[in-house]
Antibody, heavy 116, light 110 residues
């Protein structure tokens, strides 16, 4: 069974940093590209970042480019999102999501709240 | 940048009725269109990929159609567990890879 479990969310002040992690199991992690997708409270879904299976290709949404960094460790079956210079508008549930063409599995998400 | 528009914003129906949800793209996305279901407090679940293919374990009452710019998700007979928000999503199939979601259609109980 595919499982994606996010961690690392919490309350952070504007301008602060946070690192999210996603532990993957139930599939060959190193064979799949991965994504982070977020959802602000009561709002729709917004794709944040993509990383290929070998980490050779990385893309970001314009809203986070230059502030967020996606990475992965295939030996540890883990995906990460380093978030710097956080803003109030970054407040959201952040989902780790596997992609095989389309996004086919999602974690349960971790809540990031940016507030003073 | 491709923009997805979903209509209606809210669909009020009774169990057993047919639901027809629309997704329109600002330019052609070929068949690279997916549909997701999201219930309160839960992660989205993939229903349909490549416009018309049901994902693993998805009941046959869910079907997708369309290509180019106009797509439809049909739920042939609503079950109580189908009342949720539905999102369409397109993916770029060439660099840069990115995913774009529509604003969602809420299907609620009439």
């Amino acid at each position: 069974e595919v499982q994606l479990v996010e961690s690392g969310g919490g309350l952070v002040q504007p301008g602060g940093s946070l690192r999210l992690s996603c532990a993957a199991s139930g599939f060959t992690f190193s064979s799949y590209s991965m994504n982070w997708v977020r959802q602000a409270p009561g709002k729709g879904l917004e794709w944040v970042s993509y990383i290929s299976s070998s980490s050779s290709t990385i893309y970001y949404a314009d809203s986070v480019k230059g502030r967020f960094t996606i990475s992965r460790d295939n030996a540890k079956n883990s995906l990460y999102l380093q978030m710097n210079s956080l803003r109030a508008e970054d407040t959201a549930v952040y989902y780790c999501a596997r992609a095989y063409g389309d996004i086919d599995y999602w974690g349960q998400g971790t809540l990031v709240t940016v507030s003073s | 940048e491709i923009v997805l528009t979903q209509s209606p914003a809210t669909l009020s129906l009774s169990p057993g009725e047919r639901a027809t949800l629309s997704c329109r793209a600002s330019q052609s996305v070929s068949s690279y269109l997916a549909w997701y279901q999201q219930k309160p407090g839960q992660a989205p679940r993939l229903l349909i990929y490549d416009a018309s293919n049901r994902a693993t374990g998805i009941p046959a009452r869910f079907s997708g159609s369309g290509s180019g710019t106009d797509f439809t998700l049909t739920i042939s007979s609503l079950e109580p567990e189908d009342f949720a928000v539905y999102y369409c999503q397109q993916r770029s199939n060439w660099p840069p890879i990115r995913f774009t979601f529509g604003p969602g259609t809420k299907v609620d109980i009439k």
